[in-house]
């Protein structure tokens, strides 16, 4: 997968995304990044990428010229994502959707947003990473690119890994436990140390759906509806 951002904060990427498995896949040329800075498309010594909004209003919005030059010399082919609070959900199952792009051009919103126009020119998708505001895209583009990159071949390890996580099957993962089999008076349930794995399989599965249940409401509504 090749990763092109766009970001008046050059200097942040690649973050955690350049350590842990994500870095070690950026290493390994399983996923590449190239980083594009809107300022070096501004056109005053300034680097100045934004205006007061047209109509009044408080902050300012990043210009559709300085970010359309940005896109028009460097925009090759591909989707390309708006990183907005505006957007729709990023799931995990969007996720997997967008591991299955061969390229991605992402926008890192700042200020109060982007001109519509340029988002209309280059038919950017709006996503959001959730229902709170941060201070810019960059952070939200990386959270979203490290639950994707991760799903790309070969970068975990063992592919059950995913299967078995949180979302993947509309359910919040089981709980886990591993050595000492006693702490501090806590034991590792009985079941997972039988040996019987379809017990343990059985376990797991109620244990993953009581506490959907409890603590996701509306993820356990989906996954009734479904079954």
Sequence with gaps: MRVKVFTILPEIFPGFLGVSLTGKALAEGKWSLDVVN???????????????????????????????????????????????????????????????????????????????????????????????????????????????????????????????????????EYPQYTRPQEWRGRQIPEVLISGHHQKIKDWRKTQSEIITEQRRPDLWKKYLALK
């Design 38 to 172: 809107i300022r070096d498309y501004a056109f005053d010594k300034y680097g100045s990428v934004d205006d007061t909004p047209s109509g009044g209003g408080a902050g300012m919005v990043m210009r559709a010229d300085v970010l359309g030059e940005a896109l028009a010399q460097n925009y090759k082919s591909g989707k390309i994502i708006n990183m907005s609070p505006r957007g729709k959900p990023f799931t995990q199952h969007t996720a997997h959707q967008l591991a299955q792009e061969k390229e991605l051009n992402i926008i890192c919103s700042r200020f109060e947003g982007i001109d519509e126009r340029v988002l209309e020119e280059y038919g950017a998708e709006d996503i959001s990473i959730g229902d709170y505001i941060l201070t810019g895209g960059e952070q939200a583009a990386m959270i979203m690119l490290d639950a994707i990159i991760r799903l790309l071949p070969d970068v975990l390890g063992n592919a059950e890994s995913v299967q078995d996580e949180s979302f993947e099957g509309g359910l919040l």
